[in-house]
């Protein structure tokens, strides 16, 4: 039996076609019952003991020290340039490419004259961000410097990283410490899972940490949950709702087989439960990319169980009968990563309208984007790219509108404003408190 099938894409049933679409996201009511909830109220009561009990009781371990400061992060740095100098290398060369794309993002506050008044948009930073790195089934040093940097050149003074420590050696890996400090991270708190995103939230002043304004980054269903929670509350401001990673590829007749087959690979590897969907027009291609599926994966070593668990749930190869059906397709998926091989990429782009971020061309895999080319890893997943952005220097400011109004502006505006203050039925206050100010007193 193949990896994954070879369907049709309008053969579809209604019902099969829905499910690929919505993809089941986490269900977090659960979760957020039975475990965030009393979490919570444990943070609430004493958030330092709270976290050192949950440190305790999810991590294995309560690390020492629980905040790592620059002081230690730099200790870091001296040591992996010892003994990594190569991958210092590649992740700085990174961070140039990242830092030059962000750059380029910073907006700019405005004013204009409206009406005898005048009005503006300002951009004021985020005093404090708490960016999740994970843990455990592999490390993402590349997750710091996509979070940091843009935080960092919005101008966001205090930027906190939650991640669990080691199993080994009950403290987060050096590579991430070094990245950490090359990036400009403020500290890392080393803790994972829901207790790291709510003592963000909650802040432990035990710690020196205070509430962060903006919680991002991706996690298991627990940090999900977590995030979700405070968000709720009101106590932190989130990035958009992090599932299991996705790719969706839409290639023609003249596509590559065996490049096809590792970038669907090269998602399923993230978790068993990430999605990886080929949309071909062309049949034949579509069944040597499925043998080749195989092959590829017999060839892999320690996380191939959890690619072909992925590929087994997740994967789809579909055929389709043009490209307008696949990008059709695509924008209804809304895909956090769309991989367009075809032999002019670029005409596709004008009709993709929902995606987290594209590559384009033959030589465009996910993985360059993920830590090379400069854009943003962190991105909308389970199509919440149907209406959020991935994280970006605009992320981690507070948009606020202002207004100047002068006796003359206003008063141009003082009859429509009672016409429509009696409308809703609060003239008394709404409209008093404009024709006030021309009363004879």
Request: hydrophobic share 40%; net charge negative.
């Amino acid at each position: 039996m193949s990896l994954v099938q070879i369907q049709t894409l309008k053969d579809l049933s209604e019902k099969d076609r829905t499910s690929i679409l919505r993809r089941e996201s986490l269900d977090l009511d659960d979760i957020i019952k039975e475990v965030i909830h009393p979490l919570a109220a444990a943070f609430e009561k004493n958030a330092h003991t709270a976290l050192r009990e949950a440190s305790l009781r999810f991590d294995k371990v309560i690390p020492e020290p629980m905040l790592l400061t620059r002081y230690h992060l730099q200790q870091a740095l001296e040591r992996v340039k010892k003994s990594s100098a190569k991958s210092l290398e590649a992740f700085s060369l990174a961070m140039q490419n990242i830092r030059e794309f962000h750059k380029a993002q910073i907006p700019t506050s405005f004013d204009t004259q409206i009406a005898g008044n005048t009005l503006g948009y300002k951009f004021v930073p985020f005093d404090s961000a708490a960016l999740y790195v994970p843990g455990g089934k592999a490390l993402y040093p590349s997750t710091v410097m996509m979070g940091v940097i843009p935080a960092q050149i919005a101008g966001v003074e205090n930027i906190l990283l939650l991640s669990p420590p080691e199993k080994e050696s009950g403290q987060v890996s050096d590579i991430v410490q070094a990245v950490a400090a090359l990036s400009g991270v403020t500290g890392i708190l080393q803790a994972g899972g829901a207790q790291a995103v709510l003592a963000a939230a909650y802040g432990i002043p035990e710690l020196g940490i205070s509430q962060a304004d903006f919680i991002y980054g991706p996690g298991n269903i627990y940090v999900a949950a977590a995030k979700n929670f405070v968000a709720q509350k009101n106590l932190s401001g989130i990035d958009s709702f992090a599932g299991p990673s996705e790719v969706l590829i839409i290639s023609d007749h003249r596509s590559n087989p065996y490049w096809l087959a590792h970038d669907l690979l090269a998602q399923a590897e993230h978790d068993e439960n990430s999605s990886a969907i080929l949309l071909v027009t062309d049949r034949d291609l579509a069944q040597r990319t499925s043998e080749m599926l195989e092959k590829a994966i017999e060839s892999r070593g320690t996380r191939s169980h959890i690619t072909r668990a992925a590929m087994q749930r997740n994967g789809y190869i579909f055929i389709v009968d043009s490209l307008q059906e696949a990008v059709e397709f695509s924008n209804l998926y809304a895909p956090e990563h769309l991989e367009i091989q075809t032999e002019n990429p670029l005409e596709l782009l004008p009709a993709i309208k929902c995606a987290g971020s594209i590559f384009l061309g033959d030589y465009a895999p996910v993985a360059a984007g993920d830590y090379y080319t400069g854009t943003n890893h962190i991105l909308p997943t389970s199509s919440a790219a149907r209406y959020a952005s991935g994280v970006s220097v605009q992320s981690f400011y507070r948009r606020v509108t202002w207004q100047h109004i002068t006796r003359p502006g206003l008063q141009a505006g003082a009859a429509a404003i009672e016409e429509m203050s009696k409308v809703e039925g609060l003239f008394d206050e709404h409209g008093w408190s404009v024709l006030a100010r021309f009363e004879e007193t």
